[in-house]
């Protein structure tokens, strides 16, 4: 998902820009040299110079849990916020129980995203502007205990500069896939119809290929869709389009599709040959046709010429 590669990117690049900051600063300190006064009179007040942010405090580290220790919240708007990941955004939904003790009082942070343009939550976190995640925020003004989570994204949080760092552990984890749009339903619906029309057709083709003595019949479908130009790219609006027999042998035309086909001897070009015409044949209805003399034979739909097809009779 393009939206959370850029707010893992944007994390990521947060913390390189504090490093830089923090190493720039520090060679800046050590090469000043002593201020010297100037008169009154041509006296200038010297630019103010920011705080660096404190180190992390010392903490003993719980036996068994993982640390965190917390950056600058990339976040626009929260640049003087300190933020520690703890589960990177997925497109994946994380939901378990989150066990916390850390240095200092610490907020609780879930996102759920990216949202799209038509959803205006409450509350948003972006790292770019146009990444925008639902944000969901905890105070419970304290720095240890235990909450009960769910979101694409975990991280906890404080509105200062300071560093801090974070013990936790993470109890039932479970990674849920996010539901499809209707949309989506509807194009999965349409692959596994797609799919299982097709086991069906193969299934009917391998049955017309065997060959057993005597007299036999042969099926051909008239699969859905057909009524809208598009499968004579294909040739397959008649499946098979085209068909060998023994003279003696029947065609079935079973019809497939929901609309009303035909299955009429002749050609588009020249109209019937009046050798054989089903008349309309409906839905889930079939027609057949026993050829008893060898030849070619061309067939089409008179209500959807695009369709044709042939029997040769050997």
């Known amino acids: ?103 200092e009082n610490i907020q609780l942070v879930t996102l759920r995203g990216p ?16 990444t925008i995640f639902e944000l969901t925020f905890v105070d419970p003004e304290n720095a240890k205990g235990e909450w009960a989570f769910s979101g694409n994204a975990l991280a906890v949080h404080t509105m200062y500069t300071n560093t801090f760092v974070v013990d936790y ?17 509807e194009v999965a619906m349409e692959e596994e119809i797609t799919m299982e029309e097709t086991t069906e057709r193969e299934t009917m083709m391998e049955e017309t290929m065997e060959e057993p003595a005597g007299p036999m019949t042969h099926v051909v479908d008239m699969p859905a869709g057909t009524a809208v130009p598009g499968c004579e790219e294909t040739n397959e609006c008649y499946i098979p389009a085209n068909i060998t027999i023994n003279a003696g042998d029947t065609v079935e035309w079973t019809n497939s599709d929901t609309a009303a086909h035909t299955v009429t001897g002749g050609s588009p070009a020249d109209g019937p040959s009046g050798v054989f015409d089903s008349s309309l044949v409906m839905g889930a209805a079939s027609y057949s046709f026993t050829f008893e003399e060898a030849g070619s034979y061309d067939y089409f739909c008179m209500v959807h010429p695009w369709m044709v097809g042939s029997v040769t009779v050997n």
């Open 115 to 130: 949202i799209g343009a038509d959803e205006s939550p409450e509350k948003t976190w972006t790292p770019d502007g146009e």
């Open 169 to 185: 552990k993470i109890l039932d984890l479970t990674e849920t896939e996010p539901m499809m749009e209707e949309s989506e339903k």
């Open 1 to 103: 998902m393009a939206g959370i590669d850029k707010a893992a990117i944007g994390f990521s690049i947060a913390i390189v820009a504090i490093g830089v900051a923090f190493a720039l600063y520090g060679d800046a300190t050590q090469n000043a040299g002593p201020s010297v006064s100037a008169p009154a009179v041509t006296s200038t007040a010297p630019e103010p110079v920011m705080d660096e942010p404190k180190a992390a405090p010392e903490k003993p580290m719980k036996s068994g849990w993982e640390r965190a220790t917390s950056v600058q919240d990339p976040g626009i708007g929260h640049e003087s916020h300190q933020l520690a990941v703890l589960l990177a955004p997925s497109e994946n939904i994380y939901s378990g129980t989150l066990l916390y003790d850390a240095s």
